[in-house]
């Protein structure tokens, strides 16, 4: 049982608790989309690597004409939780996530992160807990 993360919230209690400021300096909630079909969030208190978790990014890098696309600056989405590293050349169905998580002092020297952090590839990963 490594690694389990805990998050019960409903969606609409996720995206109030995740609200943000705009340049305006209004308060607004996160827009929910499914940016594929594969997966659904399910809130639960036992998640496991590879199910579905929402989390939070910004439209940057979502690409224009994607599904789900909107003109909301952040989004939620339901994301396979595990990485796929940026040497995997399959399909990313396909791999086998066992990387879920890195020590701040080490992520740049894993290969694995590495080229992530330096695209600025990441999100936030919404929970109420996590176990190791």
């Known amino acids: 049982m490594c690694g389990r993360m805990a998050c019960a919230l409903n969606k609409a209690s996720l995206l109030h608790a995740c609200q943000y400021q705009d340049d305006a300096g209004r308060y607004c909630n996160p827009k929910w989309v499914d940016l594929n079909s594969r997966g659904e969030y399910r809130p639960s208190y036992n998640i496991s690597p590879r199910n579905y978790h929402p989390v939070m990014l910004s439209s940057v890098h979502v690409p224009k004409g994607a599904r789900g696309r909107t003109g909301h600056r952040i989004m939620m989405s339901p994301m396979r939780w595990g990485l796929v590293p ?7 169905q396909n791999f086998i996530f066992n990387t879920v998580n890195c020590r701040l002092e080490s992520c740049m020297d894993r290969r694995s992160f590495k080229g992530a952090i330096a695209a600025e ?10 176990m190791r």
Request: include cysteine.
């Open 86 to 92: 940026s040497w995997f050349s399959g399909e990313p």
């Open 121 to 130: 590839r990441r999100c936030v990963v919404v929970a109420e807990g996590l």
